[in-house]
């Protein structure tokens, strides 16, 4: 994935935590969206519901929503991979891409 830095791929959150969001690729790369990197709003971790919603825009992130990634970083000596959200997609927009298909 080194050779993947900066480019944008789609996703599905696979696990939610109190410091960020575990986003799976179609070819099971899973990499971490950090909390303190979502820079448009303060996201708050709910334990019950392991879900994080924004302070002020209530935009909510969950298991199973899909998203759209950008490759941060790639640290190969720990094995771990950084995301930059770009953006959640909608129900509709990825059905649309589905029928394209």
Do not use: C, P, W
């Amino acid at each position: 994935m080194a050779d993947k830095v900066g480019q944008e791929f789609d996703g599905v959150v696979s696990s939610v935590t109190s410091f960020g969001m575990f986003v799976e690729l179609e070819n099971t790369v899973e990499g971490l969206i950090r909390l303190a990197n979502m820079r448009d709003d303060y996201y708050i971790y709910n334990q019950e519901t392991y879900t994080i919603m924004g302070e002020r825009t209530h935009k909510t992130f969950k298991i199973g929503d899909t998203v759209r990634i950008k490759v941060d970083n790639v640290n190969v000596d720990f094995r771990e991979i950084d995301f930059a959200l770009v953006s959640k997609l909608e129900e509709s927009h990825i059905e649309e891409d589905l029928k394209e298909d």
